[in-house]
């Protein structure tokens, strides 16, 4: 006979569990949704009891934020390590932002998907009712642009603010566009697309000597 809250499901809590309701969000939320992905689900997938995930996360909102705050401190961190490797020129370091999107082989949960930037899609999931995840995600798309800002000033753009948005425009629109295509195509039609668009608003190398 099927038992317990999550049937035919072994529960587990204690130790790991915050972690295990963090991962079960990452895949579900980004795979299936945040809205189609209701509590009983996320605490099968998770194998805690329903007291355990309130026990973390006092509503689903709490768990939505938290799962973006983590996604969004892990893509800084990737962004930064890519930014910062050694002997990239800022306009290599405009371009390698297209190239580590171009290269991407896995959403948050690990698995090779086309559903595009998991806070692009919270910001369409929480339209009009979720003000603190609108705020985070917009927190995190406007310093972006900041920082392909301050990029594009160091590599000599003329107008470093209109690149900068450019860029960010490229970049938000191959993520969005490879969930509605479900290709990963349009990520590297926007790595070509940002060869030359940065060519074309930087000034010319010196001739050689």
């Known amino acids: 006979m099927r038992t317990g809250t999550a049937a035919g499901t072994r529960q587990r809590g204690g130790r790991g569990a915050r972690e295990r309701i963090l991962r079960a969000a990452a895949k579900l939320f980004y ?14 997938t998770a194998e805690v009891s329903t007291r355990t995930f309130y026990q973390h996360f006092p509503t689903k909102n709490a768990l939505v934020e938290e799962y973006l705050r983590t996604y969004e401190a892990g893509m800084a ?3 930064e390590q890519n930014l910062n490797r050694e002997g990239l020129s800022p306009q290599d370091q405009l371009l390698s932002l297209f190239t580590m999107l ?3 082989t896995s959403g948050p949960s690990g698995r090779m998907t086309n559903r595009g930037c998991p806070l692009h899609n919270a910001a369409v999931e929480a339209a009009g009712h979720m ?5 985070l995600v917009h927190h995190h798309k ?17 107008n470093p603010g209109q690149l900068g948005r450019q860029l960010n425009v490229l970049l938000e629109g191959a993520t969005a566009l490879q969930t509605s295509l479900d290709s990963p195509c349009p990520r590297h039609d926007a790595l070509e697309a940002a060869r030359t668009l940065i060519a074309h608003a930087l000034p010319p190398a ?4």
């Open 31 to 44: 795979e299936e949704g945040i809205h189609a992905t209701g509590i009983a689900r996320l605490v099968e």
């Open 206 to 209: 010196p001739p050689a000597t």
């Open 77 to 79: 961190r990737r962004i």
């Open 142 to 158: 406007s310093g972006i642009t900041e920082q392909l800002t301050g990029i594009a000033a160091r590599a000599g753009a003329a």
């Open 131 to 135: 003000t603190d995840v609108h705020e």
């Open 102 to 104: 171009a290269e991407a």
